[in-house]
C-alpha cells in the first residue's frame, strides 16, 4: 500500500508537474550562486586518510560514554565488574597502540 501511494505520487507528479528543458538544469545548485570552475578536483590523500583516522577514533569515544554509565550501574568489586573493566582497558589499550602506530607511520605529519 506504502509503495503504491510513492509510485502513484511520482506518476501523478510526472504528468501534472511543469516540464522544464534547458541547460541550466543539469547544473548543480551551489547556494543560488552560479557554477564557476571545475567540480572535479583533486585532493591529497592525507586529508582521506586523516578523516578515516578522525572516523576510527571518534567511533571510539562514542563506545566509551555506554560503556562508563553501563559500569557505573554495575555493582563495585564484582566479578562481573572486573570483567566489564578488563574489557575497556583492553579496548583502550588496542586504541593507544592504533595512535601511536599511526602516529609512528606519520599520519599526523603534513610537511
Known sequence: MALGFVVANLVLSHLIGPKAEGSTK???????????????KRFNVRFYIMA????????????????????AQLEPGSQEAALFLGRIIFFMATSIVAYIYAWKKGVFRWD
Open 26 to 40: 543539469a547544473i548543480a545548485y551551489e547556494s543560488g550562486m552560479n557554477p564557476f570552475g571545475s567540480t572535479r
Open 52 to 71: 578515516m583516522t578522525f572516523l576510527v577514533f571518534d567511533v571510539e569515544i562514542i563506545f566509551l560514554y555506554p560503556w562508563a554509565v553501563t559500569y
